[in-house]
């Protein structure tokens, strides 16, 4: 069954227009913060949260640093407070309405104005609005909330309940978090700390107007066509003032005939036309074109308030169907499959309002490069900031949302009302979104309850897992579709993911497929090059932060993987180091330090990440997809990002960047044939020489070969196949790479290298680098590094993480000269280069 999305895609950009009856202030302002249980008040932040305020005043230590994690425990147990003031005009008195408004507030809180209860918050994920007219007077207004411990808030139902839920993330051993609709992951996980926070955590304000307010817009793609795009604007309101009003829907840019309506109600729509229109396309397919619109709301000449968006127009389909082979899972935009490569996104930080507007455009401007056309925003998260949803328009960039539930199931009953309402707040803020691709139930509990032994491990009886299996059905395959067909019908939706497990071959013909064969599964990454889904939507291997991260949490003496502050750090309590020890230890030579051990971690991550991704993408069609696990950390330790907490990029990103160019030359030894394959993910077809050299690690050419190719648009071909034994012999893989590269005339297309033995059976030759700078000039924007012999793995080393380079930890191949270029001047003297070779010990 086809099941897809064709459907209006928007990015909001909320503002004020003109002269209008409408205003808004913020309240983030003079704020203070006690212990309910104290009677001493300090200054507070707001949005924040309750740690970040106790270490704005040194009452607790930074919990990311050494093992202060656990002397931080107690801070969840205890409620808070958290009060302001605000002056209230005669003029706001004499408006129509007068709202409060919470956009996040993290989780369990009452709200008093002046010393009277107003309302009560029991989601972190749902903003708080309330009419606060009669409540507030003229003059200095008190606003005062207390947040409740989640934890003691939630022992209440888990002392009830008459099971234990099997949230195996949650860092206590008692698995409240699923009572909770509070981030998952604030109660650790494999990469993350427990820290469970409270606090008003996004950001909260006072509107006021005339006689009627805008609630709600969705603009909802009716049609789209080369030769016209129809919208229809659907407005939901509040209105104070029964009578008639006029709405008009216009282009800023006169893009599109303005559309004027008058109405009387709580609702109204109108529907707009759009000539000729750009379509909006994924990064690396075409411009991610948006429009603006602009809706007012008059009553007569009197413009009572208007709001601006941008739209993106496009369709999309998600087809998961049977085929001929198997069951398909693959995106099409605008009518056209694309292969997804990105990767799974979690939370920038613990303590979320510290994730600041330029981190945001920081990692959409690294995904960007990186070639990416789709990240997933995974279960264990949260929805995310408006900021990165109009990022992602921005930028070209597809998202996978997942809804926020992970790795466990959950009291359906207790939580439904809950979600319903969490689900109508998030979907009609997401849904106008062009980046938006389809919502997914879940993360892992539909596969978990197949098969990761949860009845026996837990202990449940007969009836209490047949009920718990049940509360499953009912919320995603029942409940929550039925809120979607509400708020979001167009839009694909799938229950949870994976779809189909990683424990037999068929399962990789199935739908979309988490493998952890590799890691925790002990496989070595060639396993990679045959355990190839349909999609693949999570795979991963663990690294280190480098030197200059783990300086931020470590001193000197405890730089050791089994340093109690290292090992404090590690949450993959399971196998961590181990698994990363013994990985590296079968690929290469042992390091001869910890800071050689931290290097060579982040190549042996690299090198194994690029061996899969370059196997999905050769599967293409069969395979349509790769999003591997994961993107980015919420604070410094070891974990599968590619990106650090503090925005380095780890040998896996550069990694990706040049694995997921739009056109990769890709080779592979199989049945003693040594293939080139040539992969495109461009729409037309192009011309193109492939060369291929294979020579020794002085430089001198063995065997080589040049021919025409036609690079065939969205498309993986064998370009080249040749039995091995004819150009190699069995004792001189280890001595030897190749070289292929693919051009379009002048224009590199893709390059490659290819080893034919295991990093640690290379014969590396001392490659006498040489490094030259500009002769003016006391700082570098650029280096320029010369190898006589093969340097494999060059890593330039620099301790600013706002530096960054064009390539890093790459091969210079034999006589090869490399321009390297900083995103900033950095001193001579703080720049290391190294390579492979000088890790090791002797």
């Not at 990015?11 to 309910?36: E, I, R, V, Y």
């Not at 003691?152 to 139902?157: E, F, P, T």
């Not at 613990?350 to 056309?373: C, G, Q």
Request: net charge neutral; glycine share 6%; hydrophobic share 40%.
């Amino acid at each position: 069954m086809r099941r897809y999305a064709n459907i209006a895609c928007l990015c909001l950009f909320t503002a004020t227009a003109g002269a209008q009856s409408f205003h808004t202030f913020s309240l983030h302002k003079d704020w203070q913060f006690a212990s309910t249980d104290d009677t001493i008040w300090r200054t507070a932040t707001v949005p924040g949260t309750i740690h970040t305020d106790l270490m704005a005043h040194h009452l607790i230590p930074d919990p990311y640093v050494g093992m202060n994690e656990k002397s931080v425990q107690w801070v969840d147990k205890k409620d808070w407070q958290y009060s302001t003031h605000f002056s209230v005009t005669k003029d706001m008195l004499q408006c129509d309405w007068i709202a409060l408004t919470f956009e996040g507030l993290d989780t369990y809180a009452d709200i008093y104005l002046n010393g009277d209860s107003i309302a009560s918050s029991a989601n972190m994920f749902v903003p708080l609005k309330t009419q606060i007219k009669q409540k507030v007077k003229e003059g200095n207004n008190t606003l005062r909330l207390v947040f409740h411990s989640p934890i003691k808030h939630d022992m209440h139902y888990f002392l009830q309940d008459d099971v234990v839920y099997p949230a195996g993330n949650d860092a206590s051993d008692i698995p409240l978090s699923v009572y909770a609709r509070k981030a998952p992951y604030h109660y650790g996980w494999d990469w993350g700390p427990r820290l469970v926070t409270a606090g008003i955590w996004r950001s909260v304000h006072i509107e006021y107007g005339k006689k009627v307010s805008i609630e709600d817009v969705y603009l909802h793609q009716q049609q789209l066509s080369d030769q016209s795009a129809t919208v229809q604007a659907i407005v939901k309101l509040n209105t104070f003032v029964q009578k008639k009003y006029t709405l008009r829907v216009e282009s800023p840019d006169r893009l599109f005939a303005a559309i004027t309506k008058t109405y009387e109600g709580d609702s109204t729509a109108a529907t707009i036309t759009i000539p000729h229109p750009q379509r909006w396309w994924p990064n690396g397919l075409g411009n991610p074109c948006l429009y603006k619109v602009n809706v007012s709301l008059y009553d007569g000449k009197e413009l009572l308030q208007s709001k601006e968006y941008n739209i993106g127009l496009r369709t999309i389909e998600v087809v998961n169907e049977p085929d001929s082979m198997g069951v398909s899972f693959y995106v099409k935009v605008n009518g056209r499959p694309v292969f997804m490569k990105g990767a799974d996104f979690i939370p920038l930080d613990n303590f979320l309002p510290r994730v600041t507007t330029e981190r945001y455009e920081k990692l959409f401007a690294d995904i960007r490069v990186s070639h990416f056309n789709m990240v997933r925003v995974w279960g264990g998260g949260i929805y995310e900031d408006d900021r990165f949803y109009d990022l992602a328009d921005k930028n070209g960039i597809l998202v996978w949302q997942d809804l926020l539930f992970a790795c466990s199931t959950y009291p359906t009953s207790k939580i439904l009302k809950n979600v319903a309402a969490e689900l109508a707040a998030n979907v009609t803020r997401l849904r106008n979104h062009p980046a938006l691709a389809l919502w997914c139930g879940n993360n892992e509990i539909g596969v978990a309850i197949d098969h990761w032994g949860w009845k026996a491990g837990y202990g449940y009886t007969a009836q209490q897992w047949a009920d718990m299996k049940a509360g499953y059905d009912e919320l995603f395959k029942v409940q929550i579709p039925k809120i979607l067909q509400q708020y979001d019908a167009d839009r694909f939706y799938f229950p949870s993911s994976p779809i189909s497990n990683w424990g037999t071959k068929k399962d990789f013909t199935i739908g979309d497929n988490h493998y952890w064969g590799v890691w925790h599964g002990m496989e070595w990454f060639e396993a990679f090059e045959e355990r190839v889904p349909r999609f693949m939507s999570e795979y991963g291997f663990q690294s280190f932060p480098d030197i200059q991260t783990v300086k931020r949490f470590t001193s000197e003496k405890e730089r050791d993987i089994y340093s109690p502050v290292m090992l404090s750090h590690q949450k993959s309590l399971s196998r961590g180091n181990a698994a990363i020890k013994t990985y590296l230890l079968h690929y290469y030579k042992e390091p001869k330090d910890f800071e050689s051990f931290l290097y060579v971690n982040h190549v042996l991550q690299a090198e194994g990440m690029k061996m899969g991704i370059e196997a999905h993408r050769r599967a293409m069609p069969f395979c349509m997809g790769t999003l591997y696990w994961q993107l980015d950390d919420c604070w410094p330790g070891p974990s599968w990002s590619s990106i650090d907490y503090y925005g380095r990029w780890k040998a896996m990103q550069y990694f990706v960047q040049k694995a997921y160019t739009p056109v990769l030359v890709s080779n592979i030894v199989k049945n003693g044939n040594l293939k080139t394959y040539i992969i495109s993910d461009e729409i037309k077809d192009q011309p193109g020489k492939l060369e291929m050299q294979l020579m020794d690690f002085a430089g001198k050419v063995l065997w080589n070969k040049t021919l025409d190719v036609k690079v065939a648009g969205n498309r993986s071909m064998v370009a080249h196949e040749i039995a091995l034994h004819t150009i190699l012999q069995p004792a001189d893989t280890g001595k030897v790479i190749l070289y292929t590269k693919v051009v379009n005339g002048n224009k590199l297309l893709s390059e490659n290298v290819y080893y034919f033995a295991t990093t640690k059976d290379l014969i590396l030759p001392d490659p006498e680098i040489e490094i030259s700078y500009p002769a003016f000039d006391t700082t570098a924007t650029g280096i320029v590094i010369t190898a006589k012999k093969l340097a494999k793995n060059v890593y330039l080393q620099y301790d600013d993480p706002e530096v960054q380079c064009s390539d890093n930890y790459f091969d210079l191949l034999p006589g090869q000269t490399r321009q390297i270029w900083f995103n900033r001047n950095v001193p001579r003297e703080k720049i290391k280069v190294i390579s492979l070779r000088d890790t090791f010990k002797n």
